[in-house]
T-cell receptor, first 116, second 114 residues
Framework: KQEVTQIPAALSVPEGENLVLNCSFT??????LQWFRQDPGKGLTSLLL?????REQTSGRLNASLDKSSGRSTLYIAASQPGDSATYLC???????????????FGQGTILTVHP | KAGVTQTPRYLIKTRGQQVTLSCSPI?????VSWYQQTPGQGLQFLFE???????NKGNFPGRFSGRQFSNSRSEMNVSTLELGDSALYLC?????????????FGPGTRLLVL
């Protein structure tokens, strides 16, 4: 059974800082891993999807890396802004003989606060 | 292109009642997945539908059920509501739910059981 841990649970930084969010997972037999953000009381917004064959994926100020063999992914946010304040969630998708359809396994998330 | 829509956005029910939630996927998407989010358990997978067939199911009791219509719209039903069913219910859609695909989430339905 896949278990996902995100560290730190919460992070508060001043505007402009570069920061790293960590995600670890126990079962490395994954197809891909997605990073999402969730604003309070809202749905999830997809940020990045990294295929299992990739090491990195970039979108604007965001860069996600994946080390499948060690069961780790990191999300790097450059030059943080108050608008980046949200909960960040990682979710790997596992191989399971075709029974992984639609099933993302989520960590508890990292609550990020960027203050002006 | 319109995003994933969910109705209603908010619901208040009492214990023992049943509830039906609706999800309309992005146009052209054929896979719809449902998740429950609570402060204690986080986000947990309920089930996934593709072409009106349930292909995957999470570890929830039989009180939780769903279906998908020919236009890919999906509903989930919870019967005999319990206090612990209070949660944010999210649905997500993707083209085929292939493992290479991004899943797109709706805004959720917040259910409060009194």
């Amino acid at each position: 059974k896949q278990e996902v841990t995100q560290i730190p649970a919460a992070l508060s930084v001043p505007e402009g800082e570069n920061l790293v969010l960590n995600c670890s997972f126990t079962d490395s037999a994954i197809y891909n891993l997605q990073w999402f953000r969730q604003d309070p009381g809202k749905g999830l917004t997809s940020l990045l999807l990294i295929q299992s064959s990739q090491r990195e994926q970039t979108s604007g100020r965001l860069n996600a890396s994946l080390d499948k063999s060690s069961g780790r992914s990191t999300l790097y946010i450059a030059a943080s802004q108050p608008g980046d304040s949200a909960t960040y969630l990682c979710a790997p998708v596992n191989h399971a003989g075709g029974t992984s359809y639609g099933k993302l396994t989520f960590g508890q998330g990292t609550i990020l606060t960027v203050h002006p | 292109k319109a995003g994933v829509t969910q109705t209603p956005r908010y619901l208040i029910k009492t214990r023992g009642q049943q509830v039906t939630l609706s999800c309309s996927p992005i146009s052209g998407h054929r896979s719809v997945s449902w998740y429950q989010q609570t402060p204690g358990q986080g986000l947990q997978f309920l089930f996934e539908y593709f072409s009106e067939t349930q292909r995957n199911k999470g570890n929830f009791p039989g009180r939780f059920s769903g279906r998908q219509f020919s236009n890919s719209r999906s509903e989930m039903n919870v019967s005999t509501l319990e206090l612990g069913d209070s949660a944010l219910y999210l649905c997500a859609s993707s083209l085929l739910s292939g493992v290479q695909e991004t899943q797109y989430f709706g805004p959720g339905t917040r259910l409060l059981v009194l």
